[in-house]
């Protein structure tokens, strides 16, 4: 059964940093794309970042570009989502997930996800 845990959220003041990490069962990250996504009650659930495992090749949205850092763990089986200069509108519930496609950007493309982990960055 796959099963992906996010891990790592939390309270934090505006300009602070978090780091969220995704970790894997029954499923090898290997051979996947690995994204985060967020979602704020009321609004649609919308692409952060994206990971290729093979080769690394990175993706962001503009919103999250030169703040956020997605990386991976291979010996973890474990994708990380470095967070930096946090502002009040980064406020969501973050999700990751694990498709097939190369660098996936729209939700329909994951198959896999995990539970969400809450973050709220204060003014």
């Known amino acids: 059964q796959v099963q992906l845990v996010e891990s790592g959220g939390g309270l934090v003041q505006a300009g602070g940093s978090l780091r969220l990490a995704c970790a894997a069962s029954g499923l090898t990250f290997s051979r996947y794309t690995v994204g985060w996504f967020r979602q704020v009650p009321g609004k649609e659930r919308e692409f952060v970042a994206a990971?290729?495992?093979?080769?690394?090749?990175?993706d962001y949205a503009d919103s999250v570009k030169g703040r956020f850092t997605i990386s991976r763990d291979s010996s973890k089986n474990t994708v990380y989502l470095q967070m930096s200069s946090l502002k009040p509108e980064d406020t969501a519930v973050y999700y990751c997930?694990?498709?097939?496609?190369?660098?996936?950007?729209?939700?329909?493309?994951?198959?896999?996800w995990g539970q969400g982990t809450q973050v709220t960055v204060s003014s």
């Open positions: 990971i290729r495992w093979g080769g690394g090749a990175t």
């Open positions: 997930a694990s498709s097939t496609f190369l660098l996936a950007t729209t939700l329909g493309k994951y198959d896999y």
